[in-house]
């Protein structure tokens, strides 16, 4: 049984497209995170949800929305996609946001803008 | 905002060496993550440590909370180890903040 499961893998569409890309974790956690993965491998946090409320939101684009209809799942819709999304989007989730309990990760979801 | 430095950030070793793989940061924090991407993209979660050290198989964490300072270190490495190896730190030392990420270590152990 898949602990954080994103969907979809893969993703390749063109600019100006929306996008969205799901999580589900059935670890119970009550926090999950989408992390950016860049070319140059970088994590950076964009958003966590703790108790469907969001608690921390960087500073991406307003174009990136997270969205939990509940708190074993966490989406990432993208409106507008630029060629600069184009990354690893990592699904994670843990037990308590402080601090942040142990980490479980998603196999990531490869997004190329054309 | 805290800040990861590690060190170093590409390490080619032999298969049986001991490797031993570096993080400082800036601000105190209350608990320390290592994590390990695969080949294949993948993410784990080695350890989350705020004090002392902590031992898993051949991996052993330590951690220096007045330094800001922690090692990860691979005994007997084999080239199944070979991955980035990634240290991070809540950003600003705590609170409801999330993770800062170091640049990774990429590993590779030769048979």
């Known amino acids: 049984d898949t602990a954080v499961s994103q969907t979809p893998k893969y993703l390749v569409t063109q600019m100006g497209n929306d996008k969205s890309i799901k999580c589900e974790q059935n670890l119970g956690h009550d926090t999950m995170y989408w992390y950016k993965q860049d070319s140059k491998k970088f994590l950076k946090i964009m958003f966590s949800y703790n108790n469907k409320e969001l608690i921390i939101n960087e500073t991406v684009p307003n174009r990136f929305s997270p969205k939990s209809p509940d708190k074993a799942h966490l989406n990432l819709h993208i409106n507008s996609l630029e060629l600069g999304d184009s990354a690893v989007y990592f699904c994670?989730?843990?037990?308590?946001?402080?601090?942040?309990?142990?980490?479980?990760f998603g196999e990531g979801s490869r997004l190329t803008v054309l | 905002k805290n800040e990861v430095e590690q060190s170093p950030q590409n390490l080619t070793a032999q298969e049986g060496e001991f490797i031993t793989i570096n993080c400082s940061y800036s601000v105190g924090i209350s608990a320390l993550h290592w994590l390990q991407q695969h080949p294949g993209g993948g993410i784990v979660s080695l350890f989350m440590l705020s004090s002392g050290k902590k031992k898993h198989g051949r991996l052993i964490a330590t951690i220096n909370i007045q330094e800001k300072h922690s090692s990860l270190h691979i005994t007997a490495s084999h080239p199944r180890d070979s991955a980035v190896y990634i240290c991070?730190?809540?950003?600003?030392?705590?609170?409801?903040?999330?993770?800062?990420f170091g640049k990774g270590t990429h590993l590779i152990i030769q048979p």
């Open positions: 994670a989730s843990s037990q308590g946001d402080y601090p942040p309990g142990e980490l479980f």
């Open positions: 991070a730190v809540p950003e600003s030392g705590g609170g409801a903040d999330g993770l800062t």
